[in-house]
């Protein structure tokens, strides 16, 4: 009966409100989880600023090997952060298009009748475009537009932020980031730590090369991961 039901005049509100309520739910668990794994990435970033930092103390011949890795890692963590920017913003929007739209059926009940709304049409649009959601935002916006909450789908067109390869950061904010993480360590000048108290290993600075772009394409993956 319910199927023939559905058939012929299609779900009832109370269906479409729950299915939409679901498609926000699993949305916004997939945030959070790309939010968590971004929090794990941001500490081990900051954990190889330190580790760069303190190579370079203890021995000068490596100096300014390390200056420019903790620099390379500095544009990393902007980047890290400013991706966990982006979805933490994203979430908030979530949650404001759950409630419209909540708002919005329980307005029916009492109207009879739904009305557009340009604010969640406004608020969609915005998150259909990440690339994260953009499956089930636009499965979203199919079911928010059955129910006449929105006039028409959005469109997903994403112009690319500025996360790319080679982009590359102000040096003020990567002067300022490696001033936050390295703040609380008494900086030694390399000048003034005597040579022959850290004796530079012949094998050593092509060993870490190689161990440290092993590391930072790994974490540069994983961010990759996150945005697609």
Known sequence: MDTARRYFFGPTPEEQKRKCNALMRSNTRKLDRDLANLKVLEAKTRTLILQASKRGQRNPSQAQQARAE???????L???????????????????????????????????????????????????RLPELTGTMRE??????????????VSDTLEQEDLDEDTEEAETEVDKVLGEVLR???????AQVPTELAPAEPNEPVEEDAEQEEMLAQMRGRLEALKS
């Open 140 to 153: 979203l916006s199919q079911e928010l537009m059955k129910a006449g909450i929105i006039e028409e789908m």
């Open 78 to 128: 902007l980047r890290v952060r400013r991706q966990e920017q982006r979805l933490a913003t994203s979430r908030a929007t979530l949650a404001s298009v759950g409630m419209q739209v909540n708002e919005a059926f329980a307005m029916r009940k009492i109207e009879g009748s739904l009305k557009n709304s340009t604010g969640i049409m406004k608020d969609v649009n915005l998150l259909v």
């Open 70 to 76: 903790t620099r390379i890692f500095a544009r990393e």
């Open 184 to 190: 609380d360590r008494v900086q030694t000048p390399a």
